[in-house]
């Protein structure tokens, strides 16, 4: 019971987070992290400071070991078009 607790305290924190984090990148700039939307797959590589994705399929970008809210993370990066048209973070509990 005391885990379920903890996943829960992690979610809620990561809910509470994530959008003050998209928020602050916005005010420097930047739509999400430091990309901005209509970025191509090379530009928002070379956004991630170094990180190589884990997955680069035709539509999508990967990366993993990416902390928010001093939650673990994926971030997932999607293209329409070859531009940048969503982002996803998947939490790790």
């Not at 990180?51 to 994926?74: M, Q, T, W, Y």
């Amino acid at each position: 019971m005391n885990r379920t607790f903890t996943r829960i305290g992690v979610v809620f924190c990561c809910a509470l987070m994530i959008p003050a984090l998209c928020f602050s990148q916005a005010v420097k700039g930047f739509d999400v992290r430091a990309a901005r939307w209509g970025m191509t797959k090379q530009e928002v590589v070379k956004s991630e400071s170094g990180n190589k994705p884990v997955r680069d399929a035709e539509g999508n970008l990967i990366f993993s070991g990416i902390e928010v809210a001093k939650c673990h993370v994926l971030v997932e990066y999607k293209f329409a078009a070859e531009k940048l048209s969503e982002v996803l973070y998947l939490v790790k509990a």
